[in-house]
T-cell receptor, first 109, second 112 residues
Framework: RKEVEQDPGPFNVPEGATVAFNCTYS??????FFWYRQDCRKEPKLLMS???SGNEDGRFTAQLNRASQYISLLIRDSKLSDSATYLC??????????FGRGTSLIVHP | SQTIHQWPATLVQPVGSPLSLECTVE??????LYWYRQAAGRGLQLLFY??????ISSEVPQNLSASRPQDRQFILSSKKLLLSDSGFYLC???????????FGSGTRLTVV
């Protein structure tokens, strides 16, 4: 089993749709979690951290389920500009990050 | 504010030639530093990380090496490039234990 697994997609959704991505991890001792966004041929950029209690930033909601070892990202009211690849990151130990391969999102008019 | 610089942006090198990519961080001290590679259509592969000057940990045995000669400088090197070394090389840093990682703008390396 890979350390971090994501459905590669692509997820093809219309503007205004709600879309959710999941990311599973294998190491139960993982300590911190993040979602990143990567545009084509660009560096990844931090979208949001993921906290045990769940957290929200505008249209984006992130959740962590430690019992089932997955994190999720929910995007509401999708915009064309949300089209990108979304990477989940799981910290193995306190400073060793493992990135998922990413989920591609395409938002169409 | 903290910034991370990575250069060059694009590089085309012949097989067998040496490589040196440099990454520097400004506005902070004692950051954790990372080198990643992303092959075309693939995920990010952690190559090296460093938690202090002169300290390097290698994640994947390969044709590359890394050094950290100064607190905020991280260098990725190779003595002889292979075709399989082509990819998008990204440097990243992290300060706080629970903070996220910030990436440089990357170097797109093509070995020909």
């Amino acid at each position: 089993r890979k350390e971090v697994e994501q459905d590669p997609g692509p997820f093809n959704v219309p503007e205004g749709a709600t879309v959710a991505f999941n990311c599973t991890y294998s190491n139960s001792a993982s300590q911190s979690f993040f979602w990143y966004r990567q545009d084509c041929r660009k560096e990844p950029k931090l979208l949001m951290s993921v906290y045990s209690s769940g957290n929200e930033d505008g249209r984006f909601t992130a959740q962590l389920n430690r019992a089932s070892q997955y994190i999720s990202l929910l995007i509401r009211d999708s915009k064309l500009s949300d089209s990108a690849t979304y990477l989940c990151v799981v910290n193995r130990g306190s400073y060793i990050p493992t990135f998922g391969r990413g989920t591609s999102l395409i938002v169409h008019p | 504010s903290q910034t991370i610089h990575q250069w060059p942006a694009t590089l085309v090198q012949p097989v067998g030639s040496p490589l040196s990519l440099e990454c520097t961080v400004e506005g902070t001290s004692n950051p954790n530093l990372y080198w990643y590679r992303q092959a075309a259509g693939r995920g990010l592969q952690l190559l090296f990380y460093s938690v202090g000057i002169g300290q390097i940990s290698s994640e994947v045995p390969q044709n590359l090496s890394a050094s950290r000669p100064q607190d905020r400088q991280f260098i990725l090197s190779s003595k002889k490039l292979l075709l399989s070394d082509s990819g998008f090389y990204l440097c990243a840093w992290r300060l706080e234990r629970w903070g996220g990682y910030t990436f440089g703008s990357g170097t797109r390396l093509t070995v020909v």
